[in-house]
């Protein structure tokens, strides 16, 4: 018998109760199914029989939280993700709209990477944004990196990474940007390191980042309701100056406009009209 056919909705929702309650976070917008089978993982990897097992291990082992938040993330990732994602938006968009925030006056460009894991897609984004504006004092793209998963967060602070997830990145990338340091891995040099700024947020209730010129938020939609999807798209909306763009994952959409045109089908970018 396997533990999901053992865990009952009720022991589920004394589980997501103890969570909400004692650590501030609410699952209740996740997929019931997705949580179950995120919990019944856990549960087989602690050897817990019932739900009322892991939920006094949840109590006795503050460490084993993190671990079950570390299922909830989309944490198969890597630097350029998507590569024709990250060629369309060097090429086709942000030169122009970096060239017209500079015709403007304006000095700053801010992107929100929503859900960043450990920081291979912020980082991404700041090499890329570096490859266009060079080192131009008189202009800034600045970083900002949100998620849930501290554990997450401290590796994406660290910058270690290991040579699997440079796939992408390419041999100058590589040479310019990262130093290796010990086991086949790379510790990601200062410079873009200053750029991305970390902070923990629950994306569902936590107040968004505002006066965004562009946010990513890929391959996490698809884990929510379509109630929660759609409450979501309207929080970038909110999060984005008009005319800024959202950026979302090869599998998910924008739907029903919510004040946004499409730029791109095949990479998902998407920009804010109203």
């Known amino acids: 018998m396997t533990h999901k056919s053992i865990l009952s909705d009720k022991e ?7 969570i909400r309650r004692n650590k501030s976070v609410d699952l209740a917008s996740y997929r019931r199914t997705f949580v179950v089978r995120r919990l019944s993982g856990r549960m087989e990897n602690v050897s817990a ?31 350029f993700r998507d590569p024709g994602v ?3 938006l060097q090429k086709a968009v942000l030169p122009e709209f970096i060239r017209k925030k500079k015709a403007a006056g304006r000095r700053i460009m801010r992107i ?16 890329m944004a570096r490859g266009i504006t060079g080192d131009d004092p008189g202009f800034e793209v600045a970083v900002h990196a949100t998620d849930i998963d501290t554990a997450a967060l401290k590796r994406a602070q660290e910058a270690v990474y290991p040579g699997s997830s440079l796939g992408n990145a390419g041999k100058k990338v590589l040479e310019k940007y990262f130093t290796p340091v010990y086991n086949g891995e790379y510790l990601l040099k200062d410079e873009i390191k200053k ?51 959202l950026v979302v994952g090869k599998v998910e959409s924008v739907w029903n406009n919510r004040g946004f045109e499409t730029v791109s089908t095949t990479n998902k970018v998407y920009r804010k009209t109203v």
């Open 12 to 18: 589920v929702d004394s589980i997501l109760a103890y």
């Open 49 to 79: 029989e019932t739900g009322g097992a892991y939920l006094n291990i949840l109590r006795d082992d503050p460490e084993e939280f993190g671990r079950f938040l570390e299922t909830l993330s989309i944490n198969v990732t890597g630097f």
């Open 86 to 88: 990250f060629e369309f």
């Open 112 to 127: 929100w990477s929503a859900g960043c894991a450990s920081g291979e897609e912020p980082y991404s984004i700041a090499i």
């Open 195 to 245: 750029s991305v700024h970390f902070k923990r947020q629950n994306l569902i209730s936590d107040p968004v980042l505002k006066h965004m010129d562009m946010v990513f938020c890929r391959n996490m939609m698809i884990y929510l309701s379509t109630e929660e999807k759609d409450s979501l798209i309207g929080k970038f909306n909110e999060s984005l100056n008009t005319g800024g763009y």
